[in-house]
């Protein structure tokens, strides 16, 4: 059932991810070509939003923190592993691997160069800072907007 609070919470979230792609493009070599990142991570941050900040409104001002120290890990990790997924296919179509398990590997290798490439402490303490606001904010359109 769509609420208040889910909106909020997948704003909140979307907001984040946008923050945060632009502090992770350049990290990466100046010649990337990031196509649609930002926009998957704004539509995989608001989806983390509604589904893991939104449903766990209403539970009090430590939960929403908790939930909103959550969210953001929630999202990283699903960004990081769709877009794995993406530079995996875009690997695989210049015929790079010598088989599909060697592509499937590949992924998890690509997403914790990446992690690693992004576990700086301006990233963390953004993503961290902003779901603890998401979290707050969350709680409190819940407890306004019923």
Known sequence: MPDAAKLVAAVGLGLLAF???GMIMPLFEE???FGWF????VAVG???????????AGRGMTSAINVGLTGPVVMVFWCLFIQSCNEMVRIAMKNRYDGAFEALVDIFQIGAEWALLMAT???????LIGGVITGVVTEIAWRNWR
């Open 38 to 41: 930002t926009y998957v991570n």
């Open 31 to 33: 010649d990337t070509n």
């Open 19 to 21: 923050i945060v792609s």
């Open 46 to 56: 608001a989806i983390a939003g509604w589904m893991v900040i939104g449903t766990r």
């Open 121 to 127: 402490i301006p990233i963390w303490a953004t993503l």
